[in-house]
């Protein structure tokens, strides 16, 4: 190999990383050829590249390395390193890397766009396949001004289920924050007061005109004579002590996030959205400089580590997904259980506002069936079952039944509703796949628009069956649902992915 040619500079730091790959077959007559495996010298030296970039180039490059690590060492509580969690794990943090670059390189707060903070590569903190997540940056210095159209939206005041024609999602929630949870990849963020919801404004508050327009107003302090909707980017906000005090601080946000969720995905669409600072209208962004570049490398690179290191330890150490790790006696998500429903322990950070939680932990096998029943004496505006990888991904929901919504799985005749989660299809309503992964988180998501008293709380019973055995559990008259009925179901998730993850 070559010598590397001579640098301008002083090379400032120099990686060795080898090729994760165990060598490229060449197919031709007789066995396959298998080449040896090279290395690869990264350097911070360049002919051309100023050193504040080259050095960041390999900033970057320590950073996805780091990353790689935490998806198979030990030390970072990986999933089991199975063919699939590996596979999975690889595309998990490649999701991370590609939310992280457009979030570093793109977003600024004088020239604000929503972006897609989730998307069907880039899926994390155990995400609802019903939700689309959008986000902005902020400055709380700044006034902003979100503009949108919602199609039908007379579901928001009524509540009903069954109309027909495109329409408004189920829900749609904004939301100011602090800040992006898991940058520092260290759990003492979740104690630290550093990731909060600051202000929320939700589809039960939102008044549109008479073509479904709306607007929003985002800044520290309502603007004076302003009397629309605000959201508000300053607030005074309660911080816990580890001593079990509260003290009171002013904490600004940095960004706007943006949740629609889909009920029915037949006929809901996205809302039409824009956002703007008011005070930068028109002006042009100056050009990005090389030293810019070069600090953005090096960003970009620990956040992925710090990403994928932080979702590990909040699995294993936060959620308890491979059992009790704090000696209480109990798993924070239950095998084969879910919790009742209850605010999410990260209310304060940037879990959607107002929404009530339950989540458990699966593992069965694959003639097996888990058999949820809810019961919801008050009936949500929005529900949802939901699956995860143990990386927090959900499961491609576009081509397999992943998740069901309270529109996709109606209420029985006995006034509950039946999930049934398991490999092989059981031929009954509410099914969820688990796209042949035999261990699992389970997330179930429950929007009110009021919060009922607490003894008409939604209730949740589970049971572990032989799949032959489902039937016995559901009332009788549960409908059979046929291969081909089956096949519309996936069709119609299919048509609804496409539209709402649309690029042009």
Not at 135 to 152: F, K, N, P, Q, T
Request: aromatic residues 8%; contains cysteine; negative net charge.
């Amino acid at each position: 190999m070559a010598n590397p040619a001579r640098a301008r500079h002083p090379g400032s730091t120099v990686a060795l990383i080898p090729l994760l790959l165990t060598g490229c077959a060449l197919f031709g007559a007789g066995e396959p050829v298998v080449e040896p495996v090279p290395s690869v010298t990264v350097t911070a030296e360049s002919e051309v590249a100023p050193e504040s970039l080259s050095r960041g180039w390999v900033e970057f490059i320590r950073g996805l390395d780091g990353a790689r690590r935490a998806i198979e060492d030990p030390a970072f509580f990986p999933p089991e390193p199975t063919d699939r969690n590996l596979a999975e794990g690889y595309r998990y943090l490649l999701g991370h890397l590609t939310r992280i670059i457009e979030a570093q390189t793109q977003r600024d707060p004088d020239f604000p766009y929503f972006q897609r903070s989730v998307r069907m590569l880039s899926k994390w903190t155990i995400d609802n396949p019903d939700t689309m997540y959008l986000s902005a940056s902020i400055d709380a210095e700044g006034v902003y001004r979100i503009r949108g159209r919602a199609l039908d939206a007379q579901e928001w005041r009524t509540g009903e289920r069954g109309r027909s024609g495109p329409r408004a999602p189920r829900v749609v929630i904004f939301q100011t924050s602090t800040a992006v949870i898991g940058q520092t990849g260290e759990l003492a963020e979740m104690t630290a007061c550093r990731n909060q919801t600051l202000d929320a404004l939700d589809q039960f508050e939102l008044e549109l005109d008479d073509e479904g327009r709306f607007e929003i107003i985002v800044a520290a302090r309502r603007p004076r004579g302003y009397e629309g909707h605000f959201i508000a980017s300053r607030a005074e906000v309660p911080c816990p002590s580890a001593f079990g005090t509260t003290t009171y601080r002013m904490r600004d946000a940095t960004q706007l996030n943006v949740r629609e969720t889909f009920s029915d995905w037949n006929d809901e669409v996205p809302l039409e959205l824009e956002i703007v600072r008011l005070d930068m209208r028109g002006m042009p962004r100056p050009p990005r400089s090389s030293a810019r570049m070069g600090l953005d490398l090096g960003q970009i690179g620990r956040l992925v580590a710090n990403q994928v290191a932080f979702w590990n330890r909040l699995h294993e150490l936060g959620l308890e997904v491979n059992g009790d790790r704090n000696g209480d006696g109990r798993q924070a998500l239950p095998l084969n259980d879910l919790n009742p429903p209850a605010p999410p322990f990260i209310a304060g950070g940037t879990a959607g506002a107002g929404q009530l939680y339950a989540a458990g932990t699966l593992e069965i096998g694959s003639d097996e069936a888990l058999v949820v029943r809810v019961e919801s004496p008050v009936e949500p505006h929005y529900l949802g079952f939901q699956l995860s990888n143990l990386w927090g991904e959900s499961p491609d929901q576009a081509n397999y039944v992943s998740s069901q919504t309270g529109s996709q799985n109606p209420v029985a005749a006995d006034g509950a509703r039946y999930y049934v989660v398991s490999e092989r299809d059981p031929g009954t309503p509410g099914w969820l796949d688990t796209t042949g992964l035999d261990k699992m988180t389970m997330s179930m998501r429950f929007i009110f628009d009021e919060l009922p008293p607490r003894d008409r709380m939604p209730t949740l019973k589970t049971v572990v069956t032989p799949i032959e055995g489902v039937r016995d559990l559901l009332p009788a008259g549960t409908p059979v649902v046929t291969a081909a009925d089956r096949r519309r179901e996936v069709d119609a998730r299919q048509r609804h992915i496409q539209r709402r993850w649309r690029q042009y």
